[in-house]
């Protein structure tokens, strides 16, 4: 057996033979910080001591930490093999899908596999605000059927009879107004009056056709004005009023022209032609009369007729045809041939 000398001049054997396996030296260097610190407090016996217990250890130490390794082999293979088996073996369901977090810019992406849990904080068993909006629909609903059932038979009581509107008064304004919300359309006003209803001559009637232009409408005898120049429908209705009025005034200047010699322009009208149902087509008595002996003598032909049979028909035009035939080739004469004769062997 070999023998050297470590650092500090002791002897270790080394294994000389194949089979034993070899042993690492003792050193102070294996030491950490305090415990070198205390080593080298002790006297050279008790070093020396102190090596011959590692030796006598090591063997054991190093055979077990050879068989911890080993043991931590088998189980990793173990574990690859397993795993491999359940890759193999596994279905569809056992596959598990990588979850993906979806930011503040794919909230409104669908989450096609459930991936992604809800992040409502509220409770469970409240609405979304989709329902809230419906379950609000639903109670102002409720609220007008409540009113219209107990509030809007007390105002019976200011109930007035229609009156038509008086000569006095031949302007008609109309406005559009929006309940709950203020639109820029609200503001708009309409009127509508007749020249006939104004107090003006037939020939200063026919002046304010002229000068309302493409306005009046002929088949109604109406003139149509709107505005919504303004802000508000109580100016608008000011500037149509004050605009008839400069139209009634220009129409009675007696120093003005009358336009006499310009015709009427009515071009901008097209008037839609409604079909009239014909008077003769209106069911009475005699038409009633007619209609049900026309369907009498339908059903009296029909009975006494007799069933067509389609064999016997085209029999009959087969022979009638083949008499034809037979007739005109025996009414009709050959003519003779002309050129020279060919002779013909008996």
């Keep these: 057996m070999a023998r050297g000398e470590d650092g500090d001049g002791d002897v270790v054997e080394k294994g000389s033979n194949k089979g ?133 038979p007390l105002l019976s009581k200011f109930a007035k009879p229609y009156s038509p509107p008086p000569i006095t008064s031949p302007l008609r304004f109309r406005y559009t107004t929006y309940m709950g919300e203020h639109h820029p359309a609200a503001r708009k006003v309409v009127v509508e009056f007749c020249p006939l209803d104004l107090p003006l001559s037939p020939a200063q009637q026919l002046k304010l056709k002229k000068l309302v232009g493409a306005r009046y409408n002929p088949s109604k005898d109406i003139v149509h004005m709107s505005s919504e120049k303004f802000d508000t429908p109580a100016q608008n209705k000011r500037y149509l009023g004050d605009l008839i009025d400069t139209l009634i005034a220009e129409a009675k200047d007696p120093n003005k022209d009358t336009f006499e010699d310009i015709p009427l322009d009515l071009r901008h009208h097209k008037e839609k032609k409604k079909p009239k149902f014909p008077s003769e087509w209106y069911l009475n008595e005699n038409t009633a009369q007619r209609l049900q002996s026309q369907r009498e003598e339908v059903k009296q032909l029909a009975s006494t007729t007799v069933a067509v049979d389609g064999e016997e028909v085209y029999a009959e035009y087969i022979a009638n045809r083949a008499n034809d035939d037979l007739a005109d080739a025996v009414a009709v004469p050959m003519a003779p041939a002309h050129g020279r004769r060919k002779g013909v062997r008996r």
């Design 20 to 152: 034993k396996p070899y042993l690492t030296p003792f050193s102070p260097d294996m030491l950490d910080r305090e415990d070198r610190e205390t080593f080298d407090s002790l006297p050279i016996a008790e070093q020396r001591k102190v090596k011959e217990a590692w030796l006598q250890v090591q063997p054991d130490l190093e055979g077990m930490m050879k068989e911890h390794d080993r043991e931590m082999d088998r189980e990793v293979d173990q574990m690859a093999r397993d795993r491999s088996l359940r890759d193999v073996t596994a279905t569809i369901n056992d596959l598990k899908v990588p979850k993906k977090e979806l930011n503040y810019w794919g909230d409104d992406e669908d989450d096609e596999l459930g991936q992604t849990p809800d992040g409502d904080d509220g409770p469970e068993g409240d609405m979304t605000s989709m329902a809230h909006e419906e379950l609000s629909l639903h109670r102002e609903i409720r609220e007008y059927a409540r009113m219209a059932a107990w509030d809007m």
